[in-house]
Structures are given as C-alpha cells and as structure tokens.
C-alpha cells in the first residue's frame, strides 16, 4: 500500500516560487502508478490542480496551466510541484493523492482522471501549507 507525505510548503512572497514534494513508501512499483495535486484554501471546495501519469503524461486545471508544473523521478518515487509566479490567491494547503479506490485489503489502482476529480482519488497526504504574502 502506498503512502505519501508532502513537503516543501513555506512562506513566500507575490511573485515567488515554491516547489513541493510528494514521497512515496511502500511502493514497490511506485513508476506505475500516476499521482495528482490537490489545494484546499481556507473556506474554499477543494480543486484539482495536476495529475502526472505513470507514462509521464500530465494534466493540469486549465486556469493553472503556465505557472505549474507537475514532474516525477520514478527512482526516487518522488513527484514534484513547481509553483512560480505565486499568487495571493495560491495560498492553501497543498495535497498529494493517488488515484484509486481501497477495496477488501487492498488498492485499486487507476490512471489521472481528467477532469482531476477528488472523487477518483482514494489514498491521500497529510497536506503541507502554501502561504503566500507580502
């Protein structure tokens, strides 16, 4: 079973850059297996931000598209999230989650939807805080 725990959210001004990180245990074929991006900000839904594929293809929130960029390193069962150009409005909490569904003892796993609906996304991250402020 995959876990994955985020990093690399911080403080930063308008105009800054972050890149976050998304780690993944317990997976013996991590290169398999696609990841997505989520935000939550504060008394907002949730919304899908980018989806990375096993084979590498990516899918992004169209309003986001530019600013993100979503790339993984498969030997070191990491997926990254590179915010530039950040924005008072990037401000959130920022998840990693695999796309799947739990069933019996175990997790079936899909591909990125491309629609980046939380719905399709089973297993999630404990989130890491994006702050952006002047």
């Given at each position: ?24 245990s ?11 991006w ?55 909490v ?35 805080q ?5």
């Open positions: 079973q995959v876990q994955l725990v985020e990093s690399g959210g911080g403080l930063v001004q308008p105009g800054g850059s972050l890149r976050l990180s998304c780690a993944a317990g997976a013996a074929t991590f290169e398999y297996h696609s990841i997505g989520f935000r939550q900000a504060p008394g907002k839904e949730r919304e899908g931000v980018s989806c990375i594929s096993y084979s590498g293809s990516t899918y992004y929130k169209d309003s986001l598209k530019g600013r993100f960029t979503i790339s993984r390193d498969n030997a070191k069962k990491m997926v990254y999230l590179q915010i530039d150009n950040l924005k008072f409005e990037d401000t959130a920022y998840y990693c989650a695999l796309p799947g569904t739990y069933y019996g003892g175990g997790y079936y796993y899909t591909g990125c939807p491309v629609d980046l609906q939380g719905r399709a996304f089973g297993s999630w991250g404990q989130g890491t994006v702050t952006v402020s002047s």
